[in-house]
């Protein structure tokens, strides 16, 4: 097999294993449980390809046969289903007042769900890192003693984060420059499996792809409803990342040159306007907004059921520039759906309307077949269940783990 560079090269034989790992892998994935025939058949391998590539992957405890189908005629065929047991992705959010981990297999079954304050360790670098090892490690000890192999640590943080794992600027958090994986490698001294750190909004996404509704989908963007508003944009089925692994940060583009200060230091972005803490702002004056978004949230939500009027006008308002912030998105890089996430989910009932009326007037592509709006389904711990999912997919990828006695 060869590419065409600038002259020809070799592909390496390990590419196309790796390659050829990830398609069988994926299938049994999408279409488990399912045969060695049946994978060839849709996939195009040869037979012997397939069970090659099916014994190294039931070796790694990755798949498993689960007994002989009994709808054929002729000779059962063995069928053959995820596995994935032995092994733990886990995931770690950093919000402004929490942290959220979260780990699962390789099916997608949660072994763990922990939320933790944060709001006393945030505007410090050194407590916070001390406060996201100290759930990482403990993290990591709850699914060891289940007898499962970690995979991998993944930490989602509100802001820029470049290849390296450094946060170069996180207004939210007050973080500039700040080399969160650095730090947690030796915090964690050396655990033996990989970290990675990334944006909250790219991590949602690949959960929402993942484990959402939108199997389908090759197209979608996802809008964080937290302390902050970023976006995170699946374009042809990947990752949109950008130069420097810095796209998405449509919460400081400024919409109104005269509008609200923002956490960035200018006045008017999308974040000042149609933020969740600019939401609690106009729904609840007589509240103080720093106490709890999520308690915040909830006496939104039970206000605009009980129709106050001045609820259902903030949250008009703040559709309105959610419409604006969605439209964008369209324009752009024209998604098939646009997920409103975090605590944008919860409040959808009330902000569909105006942000579909927003989006519909600002929005250049036709309407028919086009992009439309939906609520976040896995919740505000999306941005964890990612960081989990983003340690999967490289496994889905064709890079496989070996089992510590291997």
Known sequence: MITMRTSPHAVDFGDVRATNLAVVLRHVRANGPCSRADIAAATGLNKATVSSIVGDLIRRRLLRETGPSGHRIGRPAIM????????????????????????????????????????????SPGLAVAAISTLARRAAARV???GRYVLGLTVGVPGLVDGDGVVRRSP??????????GELVTALRQPGYAIAVDNEANLAVLAEQRYGPYPEATNLAYLT?????GAGVVVDGRLLRGNRGFSGGIGHIQVLPDGPACVCG???????????????????????????????????????????????????????WLGYGASLLANIVNPEVVILG?????????????????LAVRTVAPQAGGCRIAPATLGTESSALGAAARILDHIDAGHLPELPDD
């Open 80 to 123: 053959l289903a995820l596995d994935g047991e032995p092994y733990a992705a886990i995931g770690i959010a950093v919000g402004s007042d929490h942290l959220t981990a979260m780990a699962v297999d390789l099916p997608g079954t949660c072994l763990l769900s922990w939320h933790r304050s944060f709001a006393e360790h945030a505007a």
């Open 144 to 146: 060891t003693s289940q």
């Open 172 to 181: 939210t958090l007050g973080w500039r420059d700040m080399d969160l994986r």
């Open 225 to 229: 409803g937290g302390a902050s508003i």
């Open 266 to 320: 200018r006045r008017g972005c999308l974040e000042a306007l149609a933020g969740v803490p600019a939401l609690i702002r106009r729904a609840l004056p007589d509240l103080d907004v720093d106490v709890s978004l999520a308690l915040d949230i909830q006496e939104i939500v039970r206000r605009a059921k009980a129709h106050e009027p001045a609820t259902l006008d903030a949250l008009a308002e703040t559709g309105r």
């Open 342 to 358: 975090g605590y944008f989910a919860p409040l959808t009932p009330w902000l569909l309307a105006t942000v579909e009326a927003e």
